[in-house]
């Protein structure tokens, strides 16, 4: 509600009311519920509307006689009678606004071919400064600060103006530049309290940089929910780069609804002795986490089909299986492979760094203490 129109009982056997305030802004107001300066206590008709509106358009109908005395209508009152006699000063009428085209070609342009909005500065230019004042005359209708919203809308759909476009293209001239951020020395206490863990990552650590600084911040997809949990995993391979045929085979696992991880070295990816192993380690992991029924998931490779399906005679299992093009399906297990990876080698380089001894490629332990690290605590 932004006006508010109050009449007066002054005659209840003749049904007459006076009008006290017509289509009165309420922010204009400084006190809402004000008394009568004589005290007496008077039977009042308050009506609200969002616009500035006629009497006609109220339901009020005004007595000959008096300018301010008026009666409610008993059926509504036509527009085309009560036209001139009912409009309200400096409330635009939008008839000329909702006009047809053909209209507003013939009334704005008398057969010409003139733009639009140069016409409209023609009209503007002609207007007398000292009636206009704040007004604005849009198609023979003049518009100020207390026209409605509805009619201000229509004047700039008219003159094609004020239509919304999005940010960047409103701001592709003025562009604010990123700057990298700089990064700040730690302190001692700082630097030596971060070599305990590595966690989280440091961008002023040498080592957080070697193995876990990426240029871009990749962003996984929600997924629905689900009625039971959801584990993921995959097989990683961790080596270097001298001795590539040593590689240490991990199998990790990610938990959707606690985000645990678990790293669980292999002597190899598949193979009886290790698909009973790996199976023995996933059904321990399931009853750790308290889960009756769970799915896993991993993708359509042998080996994890293998390890799938020995899992579920093992327990209730359901079984999931990611596309074979498609690595984000299984992007749980791929994260937790990165990050496993990622913790270990850190710690390994720190390790290398401060002692001068050299690891060998198949630190078994080291990736289980980055998983310990990585998960919630």
Known sequence: MQYRTTLVCVDRVHGIWELLEMCQSIAALDVLDEEFPDGVERTVLTIASREVLSPAQLGIVVHEGSADAVAPADKPVEPDAQADDDAMPGTPELDALFASDDEKEKQHHDGKDVPMVEQAAVEASARDDDAVGDEVEVNGVRINAESALSVMRKACEYLNIGVRMKQDKAQAEEREPNQVPLVQEPTMHERLKHNLTH?????????????????????????????VSLLSFDFGFTGRELDPENKLITLCIKDRDTGWRESIPTK??????????LTGEVVRLCNVLGYNDVTIRSDPEPSC?????????????????????????????????????????VLLSAYEH??????????????????????PQ
């Open 199 to 227: 966690m989280p990552y440091k961008a002023w650590c040498e080592f957080c940089t070697m193995h876990k600084a990426r240029s871009d911040k990749a962003v996984a997809a929600p997924e629905p929910k689900r009625s």
């Open 305 to 345: 089909l293998s390890l799938q399906q020995e899992i579920q005679k093992a327990r209730p299992t359901r079984l999931e299986q990611a596309g074979e093009e498609e690595k984000a399906s299984n992007g749980a297990a791929e994260e937790a492979v990165a990050s496993t990876r990622q913790q270990a080698c």
């Open 268 to 277: 190899r990816k598949g193979g009886l002795e290790s698909t009973r192993f």
């Open 354 to 375: 401060h002692t001068g001894k050299q690891v060998s490629s198949q630190p078994a332990p080291c990736m289980g203490d980055a998983t310990w690290k990585l998960d």
